[in-house]
């Protein structure tokens, strides 16, 4: 949340909602209640406040969404009283840190101001309004979906991606519905309003920028800009600024300043010698120093804290043999980017709290995921995020709040599009896991490949945002961090934002119309976007989908699939790969183990590419309600299939079989054609600081684990690097595909690389053991543990604990099993299941032929 100074009195209860101006086709039975009122919860969203009163039923639920859009058409009217007495000082202002997003504030029948975004804070001087005693405040706000079209129709249509109208307003884009998320466009005070009350001067705001410089030999030195923006009350005199960094250590570095009179703006600068440098996970600690900033003020002292970290960042573009890379570097060294796309992480926002942070936080880092990207259909997020980033080394690409769609350049829009970056690039500027700014997601590219110049008739479409405010603004404010104008982008003139070979790209050719062995004809410079769908876990899905049958094509669960034709696309992307699944339990398991394969089988191709390629951002992480969707973890916080694969596909070192073209068939080649695959190589990634070499040996086994062929390759990987080495053909080649399997494994113990397989056939062409497993149980304080042993290949075996108990957790999953081979699955389980019930709960893709 928003720094809030001790001054900040909060007005958070007492309020009661209303309509304003009800929907014709709300229910018949609301109206009375919301005619006269009922409690309110503030922070809070109008659909909250409807199901606390049970005037709507569950959003998620069934077809509620549908039954539920009379909400997004409805004005709403938040009211409350306070008490007020004047008291000592000689400023009060009414401060709004987030209104969802068109609203009139009153107070005491006296308008303060109307509001046009939520993406950004209010401040009225509240003097003349207030009155000793008792006060009322108003807020009303108008209905979301009409006010998006009114505009629309007044200003002209612009492109978007949607079935609402939504970029015409500053409101998170995805609460009117996304192809993974439910429309509940609404209403609300999102976050904390107040009264601040204050003398003197007050600070309006604290950007601490952080450089590292060369100390004494061998050590670093870190500064501090502490740039500060205050406001006087009163007379217009010199402020004298103290500023303090504090070290992990306790050592302290003081420096001072003054804003001088007749301006508000200074900067005093801290150098702290020897300064322990911040580090993304992996490439060091993440030690991180408190910054104290005092404004002296004749009516008391104003005060900010907050915290930094010294680290230096890094983006190169610059052109190469191969077109341009996008290579972060933190420090001077390079990040090989093993990422993930995160939305808002709910579809109400205030239902978002540090604690549910702090589990995707836990999500991401244990899938081996070192950047979230904050995509820009959704918010700029709360500072707990990027505390607890900051904290944890997982580093944050940041995009301004514009997707899918054309903007309006007129002078509303742009002043609201600047105020919120002003504001929203000055409190993120403090942590040290923002790395990045982007101007937007997919404009650019749509402008180019999705039809919009003839809908546009001439008008501008928002490219002034992306390469000449935006740009501006953190050239002004924050010029520490890179700024992409786009995602994707290729960072050149004349360029398709959308190639290969330049910046960043988006794949979704695959997914959306082909199969996803067509990842490996990319060789993307990096990649921002690319997925898989695949449904929830089932006690998720079965939740809020209540078909009889349940059916993929039911009508509840279609409610539950966004995209366009998922279900139909989800039944392609398994041709192949799987069999038809005979029972709807298969097409869960076939469609979550589909999704799974997918994405592994790109984020390898991908980084076998390094480094040509230096990143891969994976869509998605997480969801915002209970959906078929691209994401790892489900709205219920269930690891789906999807998650197990990224934490093997996105270790820190990869081993990994890829086809590759040998020398001679490059040699016999025409010139300017690529060459077919001819060979197959071990390709092994180290994202480590250390080389890593060494034997490995190769077999190609049967199914019963029988030796066929055999090799030793030398493999020597350097650190933040990859090694290729061919496999001979005699080993690499399979003589009865449909039961055989490749296998590479470092010689050496403790490598901390897990052995590459790679199967003769895909699972419909394999001639497996349809029950391949044996399985032991024990019961253990609050769950029990699975010993899974393999009596033949046993491939992706996965316990689906909350078939059980829907709040059952299990520690791994997605373990192939040679013969012989085994594991121990850990179930946590909170209602006490059976073990012999988890043991049925497991499964391996045998199981489906």
Not at 192 to 216: C, K, M, N
Not at 577 to 604: C, K, M, S, Y
Not at 627 to 639: F, I, T
Not at 711 to 738: C, H, K, M, N
Request: proline content about 6%; charged content about 20%; some cysteine.
């Amino acid at each position: 949340m928003t720094y809030l100074p001790t001054t900040f009195r909060a007005l958070h209860q007492g309020w009661s909602l209303t309509a304003a101006e009800l929907a014709s086709d709300a229910p018949d039975a609301v109206a009375p209640a919301l005619a006269t009122g009922i409690p309110a919860v503030v922070p809070g969203e109008a659909h909250l406040d409807l199901h606390r009163e049970g005037l709507i039923d569950e959003p998620f639920d069934g077809d509620n969404e549908a039954a539920q859009q009379w909400i997004g058409d409805t004005s709403w009217r938040y009211a409350t009283t306070f008490d007020w007495q004047p008291g000592g000082a000689a400023r009060h202002d009414l401060v709004a840190l987030g209104l969802d997003t068109v609203a009139t504030v009153k107070l005491n029948g006296v308008e303060l101001g109307d509001t046009q975004n939520m993406h950004r804070s209010y401040r009225w001087d509240a003097r003349a309004a207030l009155r000793e005693g008792s006060n009322s405040l108003v807020v009303t706000f108008a209905a979301p979906v009409p006010e998006a079209l009114a505009r629309a129709e007044r200003d002209g249509t612009l492109p978007s991606t949607n079935h609402h109208e939504y970029n015409q307003l500053r409101k998170m884009a995805c609460s009117f519905g996304w192809d993974w998320g439910i429309d509940v466009a609404g209403a609300g005070v999102w976050k904390p309003i107040g009264l601040d009350s204050w003398s003197g001067v007050r600070i309006a705001s604290v950007r601490p920028l952080v450089d590292v410089v060369a100390g004494e030999p061998g050590r670093h030195d870190g500064v501090l800009a502490a740039h500060v923006e205050i406001e006087r009350e009163g007379a217009d005199g010199d402020v004298p600024v103290r500023v303090r960094v504090a070290g992990p250590d306790g050592a302290e570095h003081e420096a001072s300043g003054t804003v001088p009179a007749g301006q508000v703006r200074a900067v005093v600068t801290v150098r702290v010698p020897d300064v322990r440098r911040w580090w993304p996970v992996g490439h060091g600690d993440q030690p991180l120093y408190d910054v104290d900033l005092v404004a002296a003020g004749t009516g008391g002292d104003a005060r900010w804290s907050g915290r930094v970290g010294f680290r230096t960042v890094g983006l190169d573009t610059a052109a190469d043999e191969s077109g341009a890379p996008f290579t972060l570097s933190v420090n001077g060294e390079t990040v090989l980017v093993r990422g993930a796309n995160w939305i808002p992480d709910h579809a109400f926002l205030t239902l978002v709290d540090r604690d549910r942070y702090a589990r995707r936080v836990d999500d991401a880092l244990e899938a081996n995921v070192n950047l979230l990207r904050v995509w820009g259909g959704g918010i700029y997020e709360s500072d707990d995020l990027y505390d607890l980033a900051d904290e944890r080394g997982l580093l944050v690409w940041q995009d301004f709040p514009f997707a899918c769609a054309a903007y309006s350049e007129d002078a509303p829009m742009r002043a609201e599009v600047e105020a919120e970056a002003r504001e929203n690039v000055a409190r993120l500027s403090p942590h040290p896991s923002l790395v990045i700014w982007n101007g937007n997601n997919e404009n650019t590219w749509g402008s180019v490949d999705w039809g919009w110049a003839g809908r546009l008739g001439g008008r501008p479409w928002g490219d002034l945002y992306y390469r000449e405010l935006l740009p501006g603004v953190l050239a002004e404010l924050d010029p520490t961090r890179p700024y992409s104008p786009a995602s994707p982008y290729s960072f050149g003139d004349y360029r398709h934002p959308n190639d290969e070979r330049f910046g960043t790209m988006h794949i979704w050719d695959v997914w959306n119309r082909e199969d996803y062995s067509v990842y490996a004809r990319y060789r993307p410079r990096f990649l921002s976007e690319f997925g898989f769908q695949g449904p929830p876990a089932w006690s998720t899905l079965t939740r809020v989908v209540h078909d009889e049958p349940l059916d993929p094509f039911g009508h509840q669960m279609l409610v539950h699939q966004k995209a366009h034709l998922g279900n139909a696309k989800l039944e392609r992307g398994w041709q192949g790969h799987l069999p038809d699944p005979a029972t709807i339990e298969d097409w869960h398991w076939t469609t979550q183990l589909n999704q799974a394969h997918a994405v592994r089988f790109g984020i390898e191709h991908v980084r076998s590419l390094t480094p040509h390629n230096t990143g891969a951002i994976m869509w998605q992480l997480n969801d915002n309600w209970p959906v078929v969707s691209w994401a790892a973890v489900d709205h219920d916080e269930h690891r789906k299939p999807l998650w197990h694969a990224l934490r093997a596909a996105y270790a820190p070192r990869l081993a990994t079989f890829q086809p590759r073209v040998s020398e001679a068939a490059r040699a016999a080649a025409w010139e300017g054609l690529e060459p077919e695959t001819d060979a197959l190589a071990l390709v092994v990634v180290n994202d480590t600081g250390d080389r890593l070499a060494g034997t490995w040996t190769v077999t190609r086994e049967g199914l019963d684990g029988s030796v066929l062929a055999k090799a030793t390759l030398e493999v020597d990987a350097p650190a933040r690097g990859a090694a290729t080495v061919t496999v001979p053909a005699d080993v690499a080649t399979f003589t009865d595909p449909a039961v055989e399997v490749l296998v590479a494994a470092a010689d050496a113990p403790d490598t901390g690389v897990a052995p590459a397989l790679r199967h003769g056939a895909e699972v419909v062409g394999q001639r497996l053991d349809p029950r391949p497993l044996q399985i032991g149980t024990t019961a253990v304080d609050g769950g029990c543990e699975l010993r899974v042993t393999a009596t033949s290949l046993a491939r992706d075996v996965f316990c689906h604990a909350d078939v059980v108990d829907p709040a059952a957790r299990v520690d791994a999953g997605m373990v192939t099993l040679r013969a012989g081979q085994s594991t121990t699955f850990r179930v946590t389980s909170p209602a006490g299941g059976e073990p012999a019930a988890f043991a049925a709960a497991v499964r391996c893709a045998n199981d489906l032929l």
